[in-house]
C-alpha cells in the first residue's frame, strides 16, 4: 500500500510563494509517477504537474510558467514550488502516486491566496 502525506499549504498573499510537500511510503518511489492536482470549490479536480521517475516533467499549460515540481528519490519526496501565486490558485493541493494501473492520493492540503 502506497501513503502520502502532503505538507505547505496555508494562506498566502496575492504574488507569494509556497513549497509543497508529499512525502511518500510503502513503495519503490523511483518507479511512481508522481503528481500534483488541485480542486477548487465547486470545480473539477485538475492536473497541476507530473513527474516520472526520470525526473521527465508536465506541467498544466496555465501553470507552467509559475509552477515547479521536482521530486528526491533519496528522500521519497515530491514537491510543487508555487510561485506568483493568484487568488484564483486557492484549491486543496492532492498528491498522486500512479504505479501500474493503481492510483493512490493523499489527504490534501489548503493552499488560500488572499490578502
Known amino acids: 500500500q502506497v501513503q502520502l502525506v502532503e505538507s505547505g499549504g496555508g494562506l498566502v498573499q496575492p504574488g507569494g510563494s509556497l513549497r509543497l510537500s508529499c512525502a511518500v511510503s510503502?513503495?519503490?518511489?523511483?518507479?511512481?509517477?508522481m503528481a500534483w492536482y488541485r480542486q477548487a470549490p465547486g470545480k473539477q479536480r485538475e492536473m497541476v504537474a507530473l513527474i516520472a521517475g526520470s525526473g521527465y516533467t508536465v506541467y498544466s499549460d496555465s501553470m507552467k510558467d509559475r509552477f515547479t515540481i521536482s521530486r528526491d528519490n533519496a528522500k521519497n519526496t515530491v514537491h510543487l514550488q508555487m510561485n506568483s501565486l493568484r487568488a484564483e490558485d486557492t484549491a486543496v493541493y492532492y498528491c498522486r502516486a500512479r504505479r501500474g494501473n493503481f492510483d493512490y492520493w493523499g489527504q490534501g492540503t489548503q493552499v488560500t491566496v488572499s490578502s
Open positions: 510503502g513503495s519503490d518511489f523511483s518507479a511512481l509517477v
